[in-house]
């Protein structure tokens, strides 16, 4: 899938294993879920939560600007992504940064 095209459970996914979380539930709103063996789980939803999302915008130093109805996000490396909102926007591009323009997205996620 395209990185471009990520959203819902495939972006916060993407982020989240950008993130170094590899144990993964889906969830019905969109967020996706890491489980861990003692019961404690962990909702992933970095597109749609500015504290989730806000602290990797900030520690990636990634750029937010808006143009023609629509936000866009640059990495400092110089991979840019775009998204109807400041967070999907970012949360595309660091997962680009990361992960490339193309990553596979398990069927559950999409």
Same mark, same amino acid.
């Given at each position: %899938? ?88 970012? %949360? ?10 193309? *990553?596979? *997205? ?5």
């Amino acid at each position: %899938m395209k990185t471009a095209d990520l959203t819902g459970a495939a972006l916060n996914w993407a982020v989240a294993k950008c993130e170094g979380y590899t144990e993964f539930v889906f969830w019905h709103t969109g967020a996706v879920t890491t489980r861990y063996p003692n019961g404690v789980t962990v909702n992933h939803n970095y597109s749609t939560d500015w504290a989730q999302g806000g602290p990797i915008i900030e520690r990636e130093k990634l750029d937010l600007y808006r143009y023609a109805g629509y936000w866009g996000a640059h990495h400092p490396f110089g991979n840019g992504e775009e998204g109807p909102t400041p967070l999907i926007a970012a %949360m595309r591009c660091f997962v680009a940064s990361k992960l490339g323009d193309e *990553i596979d *997205i398990p069927e559950e996620f999409q």
